[in-house]
């Protein structure tokens, strides 16, 4: 599983704000993004093969969440929306990689865009990947790219609205 999403970094803008500017420590940004759930020592650093364009990544795997949530995942922080979503596009386009699927909600197959009323907060795509459904999105405000498989879309998609497209207060 973990090599699906090693295989998402290497191919891996309206914004609801301006992106933070970067701080002295990437790694701890990144963290402070990733959805809670994964429990302390959840996430990992990618230290062997990190995206060539990313500030940094981890990869996400003991799953913790209440009522579930996906396992593996990978969380990806850039420097600059433009580069994530040029990026994710590229990720999304990527031939034999990524099998577009429908997002449950979403019209047509991927990306759409996703954010409140009026605004755009990032972009979503759903699809399989290494024979398990994905949903990949980007949160502008990161600016960050995060990707779940699991075996099931619909829990999938249920835990993305839950945790990532409304998150508890």
């Known amino acids: 599983m973990i090599r699906a999403l090693s295989a998402a970094a290497a191919l891996t803008a309206a914004a609801i704000g301006a ?76 031939k034999g990689q990524f099998g577009p699927l429908p997002c449950l909600g979403n019209p047509g197959i991927g990306p759409n865009k996703w954010g409140p009323p009026d605004t755009t907060a990032g972009s979503i795509a759903c699809g399989t990947l290494n024979n398990q459904f994905a949903v990949v999105w980007t949160k502008d405000s990161g600016p960050y790219f995060g990707a779940a498989i699991g075996k099931d879309l619909n829990a999938l998609m249920s835990w993305w609205v839950a945790t990532i497209e409304q998150p508890p207060n």
Do not use: H, W
């Not at 809670?36 to 990992?44: D, S, V, W």
């Not at 650093?45 to 060539?52: R, S």
């Open 19 to 94: 992106a933070p500017t970067a701080s002295a420590d990437p790694l701890a940004d990144l963290l402070g993004m990733v959805p809670e759930g994964y429990g302390p020592q959840g996430c990992q650093p990618i230290v062997d093969k990190p995206p060539p364009k990313a500030l940094t990544a981890v990869d996400c795997q003991n799953r913790v969440f209440p009522g579930g949530g996906p396992a593996p995942a990978r969380y990806i922080l850039y420097g600059d929306p433009d580069t994530l979503e040029s990026d994710f596009a590229a990720f999304i386009n990527s």
